[in-house]
């Protein structure tokens, strides 16, 4: 009789063995390399990217291993299946072909504002110009689109993010600034605006997701952002120069200035993360 118990028990630890391992091996820690979640679409490649409009409907689908990016990743309404397809599609519409010309290549990346609040947006650059585009990818409307001619450009920054020195304000990492119209400094009235968009410049970063995957870093990489829009703006000046003004783009390494000395609104936006559509519990803005 002990003999039959000790088996029976050696057998009732064998089939909880077996079922801890199972739950483990499916949980969202231990998924394989084969499963992951699609996320967003790539632009072409930078031999790709000088090629016609039709050269950006080849985007591929990616995927993301890391379960902690991966449930990041969901959080964001840009990188659910067919998203970003839409939005460019959408776009597209208002590009005008004898203003803007061919579309080159689409980005998206975090545009930080004169009050350093981040704010996600795709930009399409053109043969002849920069858009600049709010998009809601929860409503999936385009709300706002800036245009600014490249011929236009004549300051590209390219920098550390600085704040004045009694600030409480900071940022990390390395930004762009396009600034526009030979207007070096906005007016007072604009800088101590928070919501004013008359500013003569626009500053962008990497999009927070920029790391999540290789495919989704040729999306949202500032080096060749900054590379293409440099070149665009040089051949837009040769080949469209405007008249009565010095032609030509100056190209700076010099630190980004934001002028914010608390900073508490833009420390709310930034840490909540609301200028990105992403979920929010059960609530999605």
């Known amino acids: 009789n002990s003999d039959a118990q000790e088996t029976a028990v050696q057998c ?22 084969d499963e992951g979640v699609e996320v967003a679409f790539t632009p072409p490649g930078p031999s790709q990217a000088s090629g016609a409009a039709g050269s950006l409907q080849t985007l591929r689908p990616v995927t993301v291993h890391d379960p902690t990016l991966r449930a990041r990743v969901r959080d964001y309404f840009v990188f659910r299946p067919g998203t970003i397809e839409q939005a460019v599609n959408e776009i597209r519409v208002v590009v005008l ?14 545009e930080v504002d004169h009050w350093n609040n981040e ?14 585009c709010k998009y809601d990818f929860i409503k999936l409307q385009c709300q706002q689109v800036v245009r600014v001619s490249l011929n236009a450009i004549d300051t590209i920054s390219i920098g550390e993010f600085e704040f004045p020195h009694n600030s409480l304000s900071k940022r990390e990492g390395i930004g762009i600034r396009i600034q526009w119209d030979k207007i ?12 004013s968009v008359n500013m003569p410049y626009a500053t962008f970063t990497e999009h927070p997701m920029a790391g999540a995957d290789e495919k ?9 952002f900054k590379t293409q829009v440099i070149q665009a703006v040089k051949k837009a000046h040769k080949e469209c120069p405007l008249p009565g003004r010095p032609n030509g783009v100056l190209v700076l390494e010099r630190p980004l200035l934001i002028e ?3 900073g508490l ?7 909540a993360k609301l200028g990105y559509s992403m979920t929010r519990g059960k609530i999605g803005f």
Do not use: H
């Not at 072909?97 to 975090?110: A, I, N």
């Not at 070096?184 to 919501?195: E, G, Q, V, Y």
């Not at 989704?216 to 060749?224: G, N, P, V, Y």
């Open 12 to 33: 009732t630890r064998n089939m909880l063995a077996l079922r801890d391992t199972a739950d483990s091996d499916s949980s969202p820690a231990a998924l394989g390399a």
């Open 265 to 271: 609104m833009s420390f709310i936006n930034n840490e």
């Open 260 to 262: 914010t000395y608390v």
């Open 184 to 195: 070096s400094r906005p007016s007072f009235i604009n800088r101590w605006n928070p919501w």
């Open 119 to 132: 704010k996600e947006r795709l930009v399409l650059i053109t043969d002849k110009s920069l858009l600049i």
């Open 97 to 110: 072909p004898t203003e803007d010309g061919e579309v080159l290549s689409v980005w998206l990346l975090t």
């Open 216 to 224: 989704i870093a040729s999306l949202c990489q500032m080096d060749s």
